[in-house]
């Protein structure tokens, strides 16, 4: 149920990570972030289909197309271990994955609805990057548990 598995996935925004470069940016800050908490990032780029699924409609081609993308300019421009996993978040999750990157946004907050919202997975919120003061967003529909738990990341955050 996720007691277990920490990581982050992004984008989670609508409208967040619509290009390559811009998935990459938010690869570098949760890079960045994971070896401020003494954490080695362990990245899985996803894609909206599996590798073998190229050709079965423009989205799901243009999808795997930019995942081998961003998992190369990763593997060129960091020392990080990075993987493709395409759709298959499941093998990135038992892999122990600590950063999930989502084809984008909408996916990014379909996966978290499902993991968090409907199947319970304890979140603590998603840590804004690119700001001076600790910010933590949470979904509008979220437990109070996991209100508290977001709460309490940002407090922690703010005594590193």
């Not at 990581?7 to 967040?16: A, K, N, R």
């Not at 994955?97 to 909408?106: D, E, K, L, S």
């Not at 990014?108 to 919120?125: D, K």
Request: glycine residues 8%; contains cysteine; proline residues 2%.
């Amino acid at each position: 149920n996720g007691d277990e598995h920490e990581f982050l996935l992004s984008p989670v925004g609508i409208d967040e990570g619509t290009t390559v470069e811009d998935r990459f940016k938010i690869v570098e800050k949760c890079i960045d972030f994971l070896k401020r908490l003494e954490k080695t990032p362990k990245i899985a780029v996803l894609a909206e289909g599996r590798e073998d699924d190229f050709g079965r409609g423009n989205e799901v081609s243009k999808s795997i197309t930019e995942s081998k993308k961003l998992t190369k300019l990763i593997k060129e421009n960091t020392s990080e271990d990075v993987k493709n996993y395409f759709i298959l978040i499941e093998k990135a999750i038992n892999d122990g994955c600590n950063v999930i990157i989502a084809p984008n946004g909408r996916v990014g907050n379909i996966v978290f609805r499902s993991l968090v919202l409907l199947n319970s997975w304890p979140s603590y919120g998603a840590v804004t990057f690119g700001m001076d003061k600790i910010y933590i967003d949470t979904s509008r529909d979220q437990s109070i548990d996991g209100y508290v738990r977001s709460l309490i990341l940002a407090n922690d955050l703010n005594n590193l």
